[in-house]
């Protein structure tokens, strides 16, 4: 009796062992098709629907390295489609649950993109530096995602106006990774650089002749202002003189017939004509000379 018993009981404890392992097959089997279609449809640029795939197969996984994988591929998905929010909350989901995956560090890669779009660059370009540091070349995909890395670092510093800096490492990818496909982006950088550094050349001398010309400029119109000003006073002087001049020869007739004891030093009448025709003579060349200055002469 004790016997049956006890094979009553292992006969349990085989079958509910092997539905156990049956019912874990099927979820194994469930979590390999839901991947399997959402990498189909990532490949496909079907970003949405291949998050949702990944997702189910994530809530479908029986161990964290399956965990892990799916979370990370609903990630990039979820970047493909330009979902940052949700990206960086699942970033922070994963780092949380498994920090010492491959797949946390290679998350330091694509969170600092998100910050450079975002446009936190310092952010970005210590991240990046992290990853860097993080890394090795241990292989062509290793190699090109460093060097998109160093890069991206360039790209940082070249957005925040700092050419010197970042050509150094448009440098660093060209001389280092030449097989990567970043190279040519590097290079085209680089001759940005170039050429905004000529261009700023050439504004600081443009910048530099534009004041030397207003103060060219200024100089001019104060010497103009002062022959104008000279000119005025020897006019009303010349003007004074030929009233005064002009009184003395329209003297009534009757006036002119009396005779009116005086006295006249002829020396002092040819002093003040010689005077008189000396203020005319300058008045004259002063003139022209303005004349000539309003018309583009030197002076």
Not at 228 to 250: D, F, K, P, V
Request: net charge negative; proline share 2%.
């Amino acid at each position: 009796m004790q016997k049956e018993r006890i094979l009553s009981v292992l006969l349990l404890m085989l079958v509910f062992s092997a539905g156990f392992l049956a019912a874990q097959e099927s979820s194994q089997s469930q979590y390999a098709r839901r991947f399997q279609n959402g990498a189909q449809l990532y490949a496909l640029s079907h970003w949405q629907e291949a998050a949702m795939e990944f997702r189910r197969s994530q809530e479908l996984a029986q161990n964290i390295n399956d965990w892990s994988q799916a979370l990370y591929w609903v990630i990039l998905s979820e970047l493909a489609y330009s979902d940052y929010g949700s990206a960086l909350r699942d970033m922070d989901e994963l780092e949380r649950q498994a920090p010492n995956t491959t797949y946390t560090r290679d998350m330091l890669y694509h969170r600092a993109r998100v910050y450079y779009i975002q446009g936190f660059y310092e952010d970005a370009l210590f991240l990046f530096n992290r990853y860097n540091a993080e890394t090795t070349d241990t292989d062509r995909v290793a190699a090109d995602r460093r060097a998109a890395s160093f890069f991206w670092m360039g790209e940082c510093l070249y957005t925040m106006v700092q050419y010197d800096e970042a050509e150094k490492f448009f440098s660093w990818v060209l001389a280092r990774y030449p097989q990567s496909p970043k190279v040519e982006a590097a290079a085209y950088r680089i001759d940005l650089i170039k050429q905004k550094k000529i261009e700023t050349e050439l504004l600081a001398l443009l910048q530099l002749s534009h004041e030397e010309s207003l103060r060219t400029s200024e100089d001019y119109q104060r010497t103009i202002r002062t022959y104008e000003h000279t000119l005025n006073i020897y006019q009303r002087r010349i003007a004074e003189l030929s009233n005064s001049q002009g009184s003395s020869q329209n003297i009534p007739a009757a006036q002119a017939s009396v005779e009116v004891p005086s006295y006249t030093n002829p020396e002092n009448n040819q002093a003040d004509q010689r005077n008189g025709n000396n203020l005319i003579e300058k008045a004259i060349q002063l003139e022209s000379h303005v004349h000539g200055i309003l018309e583009g002469g030197a002076w």
